[in-house]
C-alpha cells in the first residue's frame, strides 16, 4: 500500500482558501494556548500576575493577534465549487487557472474565483458584487501595469460568461515568448494575494 502525501497548495491553486483557513485557525489557537499556558503558569508558580510570566504572555499575545487577523481575513472566503473548476480545467491547462486569490491593498482585501492570462488577456470571475469587480480591475490594473503590458483586463461576476470567454480566448494560439510574458504576469499578481 502507498502513502501519497498531501501536497500542500501554493497561492493560486485551487484549494488553497479553504487549506489555508484550517491551517491557521490551528497555528492561532496552538500560539494562544502557550501564551495562556505561560500566564498561569506564572499564576500557579508565583500566585501573582505581577511576574515576568505576565510580560511574556502579554508580549506573546501580540504574534497570536496577527495570526488572528490573518485568519480573519479569509474566513469569510470560500475555495469555489469544484464543478466550475472541472468546467474551466476542460478548458485551461491548470498551470494557466488561478484560483482562489484574495488580493491585499491598503484599503481592503478583494477576492477573485478563477483568473487566467492567455497571450496578455487577464479574465476573471469573481463572485464578488459589481461595484467591487471595477475596483479590483483598477487595482489589478494599476499592478501589473507598472510591469507588463497587458492587452485586456476583464473580471466577469456570471460564470457562464466567464467561461465562454475562456474558452473562445484559448482558442487563440500563443508563441512561446507570450507564454513566457503569461507566467510572469501570473507571477506578478500572486504577489498581491494573501
Known amino acids: 500500500m502507498k502513502h501519497r ?5 501554493q497561492k493560486g491553486q485551487y484549494g488553497y482558501l479553504n487549506e489555508q483557513k484550517t491551517k491557521r485557525l490551528l497555528r492561532t489557537c496552538a500560539a494562544l494556548a502557550i501564551v495562556i499556558a ?14 515576568i510570566f505576565s510580560v511574556i504572555a502579554a ?10 487577523v490573518a485568519w480573519l481575513i479569509l474566513v469569510k472566503r470560500r475555495t469555489p465549487p469544484a464543478e466550475q473548476y472541472n468546467a474551466l480545467k476542460e478548458i485551461v491547462k491548470e498551470e494557466e487557472l488561478l484560483s482562489d486569490l484574495v488580493l491585499s491593498s491598503t484599503e481592503k482585501t478583494m477576492s477573485i474565483d478563477f483568473l487566467i492570462v492567455h497571450n496578455s488577456k487577464i479574465y476573471g470571475y469573481s463572485t464578488e458584487q459589481k461595484v467591487e469587480l471595477k475596483k479590483i480591475e483598477e487595482f489589478l490594473g494599476q499592478y501589473v501595469k ?12 456570471d460564470f457562464d460568461t466567464f467561461r465562454a470567454m475562456v474558452s473562445g480566448c484559448m482558442q487563440e494560439p500563443s508563441e512561446e515568448a507570450d507564454s513566457k510574458r503569461d507566467a510572469d504576469i501570473r507571477a506578478e499578481i500572486l504577489l498581491y494575494c494573501i
Open 5 to 9: 502525501s498531501k501536497q500542500k497548495k
Open 59 to 68: 508580549v506573546g499575545s501580540l504574534p497570536v493577534a496577527k495570526l488572528a
Open 38 to 51: 505561560v500566564f498561569v503558569s506564572g499564576l500557579l508558580i508565583f500566585h501573582t500576575n505581577a511576574t
Open 146 to 157: 507598472r510591469e507588463y503590458r497587458y492587452h485586456a483586463l476583464k473580471l466577469y461576476s
